[in-house]
């Protein structure tokens, strides 16, 4: 079935204010008094609410379905201090969102960075959770993946125009399963912003890696993947990511007996999420929640 054609009203447009009084924004997409379960969705480390747009089109005819821009990201606001770009900020904005759309119990479907805040919602709210998509993140990261990552997100990019910002984004992400022109430029407007000089920069504040650089001890992952054991989980992977290797892929299965997981051949880190399969997969895990 082909993708609903967006409107003017596909989505809403919302803000709120976090307990630091930074403002956030989030996009929404359907009905709250849809039949199907609702869904939160989290983007990945310096990403925003435009990746799923595709995604939260097909879904919204039968779940209501929320996605945020972390502060530093998309359209909210840009911490002061760059220590507050550390997951425990990002948890405590969620949860304020939560209390803000009323948003009680929800699938979460989180892509990296994402799928890890949504493992570490089965310990910090537990009650919300009705079920996990970990979309290409596991406990486990490969230094190769992360080292790649932190490089291209630390410093900016600027381009003078959109077609060369395009042209920079298939250099850096080669292996995503994206197939039209109009794919890629969309993925590239997610990923860039016109600044006030006119010249196209990366749509995040670069100063997100600072805590990352700082090598603190991170939470065991294992043990958060562990607190989303009770739920029904849908592991989504690349089959040529750097980022969720293949033994991590089997540990996550050991470690959650009831696991579905999905290898999305020659896809690098990350799925789109619109893949035939990832899409038929998603709809038939959602289905089964609600």
Same mark, same amino acid.
């Given at each position: 079935m082909p993708d609903p054609e967006p409107t003017p009203t596909a989505f809403r447009e919302r803000r709120?204010? #976090? @307990?630091?009084? =930074?403002?956030?924004?989030? &996009?929404?997409?359907? !009905?709250? =008094? %849809? /039949?199907?379960?609702?869904?939160?969705? +989290?983007p990945g480390l310096a990403r925003n609410s435009k990746d799923f747009h &595709?995604?939260?089109l097909r879904l919204r005819a039968r779940h209501w379905v929320?996605?945020?821009?972390?502060?530093? &990201?998309?359209? %909210?606001?840009?911490?002061?201090? %760059?220590?507050?770009? @550390?997951? *425990?900020?990002?948890?405590?904005?969620?949860?304020?969102?939560? #209390?803000?759309?009323?948003? &009680?119990h929800a699938a979460v479907i989180g892509t990296s960075m994402g799928g +890890? +805040?949504?493992? *570490?919602?089965? *310990? #910090?709210?537990?009650?919300?959770? *009705?079920?996990?998509?970990?979309? !290409?993140?596991?406990? !486990?990261?490969? %230094?190769?993946?992360l080292g790649r990552i932190i490089a291209y997100l630390s410093q900016d990019n600027p381009q003078p125009d959109w077609e060369s910002a395009t042209r920079a984004f298939k250099a850096l992400f /080669?292996? =995503?399963?994206l197939r039209t022109e109009e794919d890629w430029r969309a993925a590239t407007e997610a990923t860039w912003r016109e600044g006030e000089d006119g010249v196209l920069h990366y749509d995040w504040d670069i100063r997100i890696v600072d805590p990352l650089r700082h090598k603190r001890p991170l939470p065991d992952l294992w043990a958060l993947f562990r607190s989303i054991r009770r739920y029904p989980v849908l592991a989504l992977r690349g089959g040529a990511s750097d980022v969720l290797l293949p033994e991590t892929f089997e540990r996550m299965a050991r470690e959650h007996p009831r696991l579905e997981r999905?290898?999305?051949?020659r896809v690098g880190h990350v799925p789109t999420l619109?893949? /035939?399969e990832a899409a038929g997969a998603i709809d038939a895990f959602l289905a089964r929640l609600g």
């Open positions: 709120y204010t #976090a @307990q630091d009084g =930074l403002s956030l924004y989030y &996009r929404e997409y359907g !009905d709250p =008094l %849809s /039949p199907g379960v609702p869904v939160l969705c +989290l &595709r995604l939260a929320v996605c945020p821009d972390y502060r530093g &990201r998309g359209r %909210s606001g840009y911490d002061a201090d %760059s220590e507050n770009y @550390q997951p *425990a900020a990002y948890l405590n904005d969620i949860r304020h969102l939560l #209390a803000v759309t009323g948003m &009680r +890890l +805040l949504a493992c *570490a919602m089965g *310990a #910090a709210m537990p009650t919300v959770l *009705a079920g996990v998509v970990l979309n !290409d993140v596991g406990p !486990d990261i490969g %230094s190769d993946g /080669p292996n =995503l399963s999905l290898t999305i051949e619109v893949e /035939p």
